[in-house]
C-alpha cells in the first residue's frame, strides 16, 4: 500500500514543476473588499482593468477587482502569487421585463455569475442531487407538511415581499435561487410540470427554512406572470437592478424587449 503522505509529496512535486513553466504575461494590481491593493503575476494576457479574479496564496478565498496591468515590467526577484482565474462575467441573451424582473428564456447568466459579480462569494456547486424526492404542488406548498412551522412561513413571506429573492434559474428540470436573507443563500431545486420535487438552501437551518419559503411564493407569483408571456420551461430571472448593473459592468451582449 502506497502510504498517503508519499502520493501528497509526489503531487506537490508535479504541481511545482508546472507552477516552474508559467510564464508571466502581466503584472497585476488587485484590490479587495478590505481596501487591500496587491500586485500579481498573470499568465493570462487578455486580463483586463475591472475584471473580477481569483488569486493564489492568503486571500485565496476572496475575490478581488483589477486596478492596473502593465505588460512590461521586470520579474521580481523575490517570488510572487498568480492570479489563479478571471471570473466570467459576460452575458449574452434577450431579456424582457416581467413586473421588476427581467427575464429570458435563453441567456448565458448563470447563477455563478450572477453570485461572483454581485454578492462577491465563491460559487458553491452544489448541484440537486439529493435522493429524498418530494412532492410539493406550487399552488399551495403552504400548507405540506413540510412547512409545518408558521414563524419560518412568516418569515419568509417577508422576505418575499422584500424582493429577497434575487435571481432564479431553471434548465431542463435542474433550478437554482439566489435569496437575500442576513446573507446570500443558494437554493438547489428541480422542478417537473410545475411541482417541486427537490428543494434545498445552504444556509444552516436545519429543517425547511425561511429562503425557501420565500423561493416558492416568488416561484409560484413568477410562474403565474411569465406563463401568460412565454410557453418555454426554461428561464432566468433577475431583478430589475441587477440587469442594469450587468449592463453597465459586462462585457457581453444583451437586448431588451420592454
Ligand atoms: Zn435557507
Redesign the pocket.
Known sequence: MIKKEIIEEVIEEIEKKENDNRVAKRLVEVKFDNGMALSYLSEIEEIEVGDLVTVEGKLEDEIGVVKTVKKSFKTPKFEMKWIERVLDRDVTGNYFKLGEDMVSTYCSLTAEKFITMFAGLKYKDNKAVGEDEIELDLANFEDDEMFDNELVKIRGKEIFKANGVMFISLQDGIGKAI?R?SEW?E?DFRCKSGRITYIA???P?FGE????VAFLYKLRDFWKKFSKQSNSDNFVMCRKEYFNAILSNGKGKVSMKL
Open positions: 435569496v436573507g443563500y437554493i438552501c445552504d444556509c437551518y427554512c425561511k429562503h425557501e
